[in-house]
């Protein structure tokens, strides 16, 4: 069965200091792989997405993600953490069979930032 | 709007009760999702339409459960004879077009609900 794994529950960074927020994931096809931030009280916001090609993808607020496919990885890493990027933090996969579409999520990592 | 909308944000109800959360997607789109996000948990996919047409409810927990988009843009997810373990917070998402992973899912900020 398709899963997302997110190993890390909390993680405590200061700021400025780098960023990697690890996913892993089971799915038998090519995934279609995205991160979202959760800040209190909004909803879900995209990050950046994986759909294919360059496997080293940039987003929004200076987040950059990698797809290693021997590893089943999508880490998401930051080069300097800001204190207004502490939020929930989740890895998703899109899958598709036919006749509907879904996202998988994993259960999230919450990042503490330090002043 | 510009965005995906949610009312209410919170919702108490007694054990029991049935509750109605609606979402207003963004004008125009075509897909249309539920999610369910327990606490300290990823959201969990509930049902997905197309239009109107529910194509997929595979996720809701039980027959209590029930989704409609009538006219293919408002939707309401209701709840029948609430139960504590309904407590979560409900969320909704849309996309522009038909089932395709490259559409990009728009959450609205969710409904609280919390059963007594």
């Known amino acids: 069965a398709q899963s997302v794994t997110q190993p890390d529950i909390h993680i405590t960074v200061s700021e400025g200091a780098s960023l990697e927020l690890r996913c892993n994931y089971s799915y038998g096809a090519t995934p279609y792989l995205f991160w979202y931030v959760q800040s209190p009280g909004q909803g879900l916001q995209l990050l950046l997405k994986?759909?294919?090609?360059?496997?080293l993808v940039q987003g929004i607020k200076g987040f950059e993600a990698e797809f290693k496919r021997s590893q089943s990885s999508f880490n998401l890493r930051k080069p300097s953490v800001h204190w207004s990027d502490a939020a929930e933090y989740f890895c998703a996969v899109g899958r598709g069979t036919s006749g509907t579409y879904k996202y998988i999520f994993g259960t999230g990592t919450r990042l503490k930032v330090l002043a | 709007g510009a965005g995906v909308s949610q009312s209410p944000r919170y919702k108490v109800a007694k054990r029991g009760q049935d509750v109605a959360l609606r979402c207003d997607p963004i004008s125009g789109h075509v897909s249309l999702f539920w999610y369910q996000q327990a606490l300290g948990q990823g959201p969990e996919f509930l049902t997905y339409?197309?239009?109107?047409?529910?194509?997929?409810k595979s996720g809701l927990p039980s027959d209590r459960f029930f989704a409609e988009r009538p006219e293919g843009s408002v939707s309401t997810l209701k709840i029948q004879r609430t139960q504590q373990e309904d407590s979560a917070v409900y969320l909704c998402?849309?996309?522009?077009?038909?089932?395709?992973?490259?559409?990009?899912?728009?959450f609205g900020p969710g409904t609280r609900l919390t059963v007594l």
């Open positions: 994986y759909f294919s090609g360059d496997t």
């Open positions: 998402a849309s996309s522009l077009g038909v089932i395709s992973s490259y559409n990009e899912q728009f």
């Open positions: 339409f197309q239009n109107e047409a529910q194509l997929d």
